[in-house]
């Protein structure tokens, strides 16, 4: 119950200053799902020294708890964040048990920028490739938007869609 308690406090204290909330909607490919892609929703939260992407279940199970009249909260849902700022450090938070374990790295994603362009959604994106954590990933981001954040680790693209 201590670790819950803390954890709330952090993020909350993390997530005091001016925040701007992003929304991603994450399809990924699990093998305990073999008829098609898990979907989930992602906050980003980014204020002026560090971000904070985790998943939407965190966020309505906070919310919950939080309700005057002490009704609506039926369990706590643990789901991995990640806790990162400007100078490219960042913690990822991930649930083992009652434990959270804290694993601490550094972005190193160089980013390839190719010509391949699309459109989507009235905006021009471009294509960029890079290898992390022993994974190709290719990234789909736009010079229009200005902000240099993506969602898990992923930072250093305009607009960045991976």
């Not at 008829?35 to 904070?52: H, M």
């Not at 890079?130 to 290719?138: D, E, L, M, P, S």
């Amino acid at each position: 119950m201590k670790r819950i308690v803390f954890l709330f406090v952090l993020v909350n204290l993390l997530l005091s200053a001016q925040t701007n909330r992003f929304i991603y909607e994450v399809r990924a490919k699990s093998p305990g799902h073999p008829s098609g892609a898990d979907k989930s929703n992602y906050y980003l939260d980014v204020n002026d020294d560090k971000t904070i992407y985790y998943n939407r279940l965190y966020f309505l199970s906070d919310s919950l708890s939080k309700r005057d009249d002490g009704f609506g909260f039926d369990g706590f849902k643990m789901t991995d964040f990640v806790v990162s700022n400007k100078r490219g450090d960042y913690s990822e938070i991930k649930p083992l048990g009652i434990n959270l374990i804290n694993l601490k790295d550094k972005y190193d994603q160089n980013w390839q920028v190719e010509d391949e362009r699309k459109d989507f959604q009235d905006r021009q994106l471009q294509k960029a490739t890079a290898q992390f954590g022993g994974r190709n990933w290719t990234a789909w981001f736009s010079s229009d938007i200005p902000l240099p954040y993506g969602p898990y680790v992923f930072h250093g693209l305009p607009g960045t869609d991976c």
